[in-house]
């Protein structure tokens, strides 16, 4: 079966500090994967997807970034985070080759002060 | 610019009764749609989708209908329950992107 696994689940964090937040996915080969940021009393905001490893595609510009180094690894980082980073983060993903259902992980709050 | 939107932030229904979230959008190459059901602190869940072929799709209590045209979709519960609470999210779909709206809070009261 298809699972999917964020980490850590909780996180804080000083400002200027680095992030990095790790979502790996199982059960399915070449899915297309993504972060999501739900901030206080806000929709989810895409940030990031890709469709293959080192494929990135940015949907917001600000201070974070994402990597694929492995088919169904998805990280999220920061050199240096801001206190508007502060927010609930979600890694998801969609099994390969298919538009259907997104899957997501169990999320990381990230509270930056 | 908010390509998906819920123009109605909570909704009470009672128990019993029909729930109906509604959701527009803005983009006509989205063609695939979807609902997910979020709890606090968690990931949302899916509920139902709809591909832009069709105009309506049925799943035990929930359904969603489609209307191309006015760019429009809702999420019919019936009949709603108390753990059917929770915030109600769409989601439009379009070369590989999901694209969320702000959600909807609903409560059911008993």
């Known amino acids: 079966s298809q699972t999917i696994h964020q980490w850590p689940a909780t996180l804080v964090q000083p400002v200027g500090s680095p992030l990095s937040l790790e979502c790996t996915v199982e059960g399915t080969s070449n899915p297309n994967l993504y972060w999501y940021r739900q901030a206080a009393g806000r929709g989810l905001q895409l940030l990031f997807y890709s469709v293959g490893i080192g494929q990135i595609s940015s949907e917001v510009p600000q201070n974070l970034s994402a990597s694929r180094p492995q088919d169904r690894q998805f990280i999220l980082s920061s050199k240096k985070l801001l206190l508007s980073d502060s927010g609930f983060y979600l890694c998801?993903?969609?099994?390969?080759?298919?538009?259907?259902?997104?899957?997501f992980g169990e999320g990381s709050r990230l509270t930056v002060l | 610019d908010q390509q998906v939107k819920q123009n109605s932030p909570s909704l009470s229904v009672q128990e019993g009764r029909i729930s109906i979230l509604n959701c527009d959008y803005t983009?006509?190459?989205?063609?695939?749609f979807l609902w997910y059901k979020k709890y606090p602190a968690e990931g949302p869940t899916f509920l139902i989708s709809i591909s832009s072929i069709k105009d309506k799709n049925e799943d035990g209590r929930f359904t969603v209908f489609l209307n191309k045209s006015a760019k429009h979709l809702s999420l019919h519960i019936v009949p709603s329950q108390p753990g059917d609470s929770a915030v109600y999210f769409c989601?439009?779909?379009?070369?590989?992107?999901?694209?969320f709206g702000t959600g909807t809070r609903l409560k059911v009261l008993a």
């Open positions: 983009n006509s190459m989205f063609d695939y």
């Open positions: 989601a439009a779909s379009g070369t590989y992107k999901y694209i």
């Open positions: 998801a993903f969609v099994a390969g080759g298919y538009t259907g259902e997104l899957f």
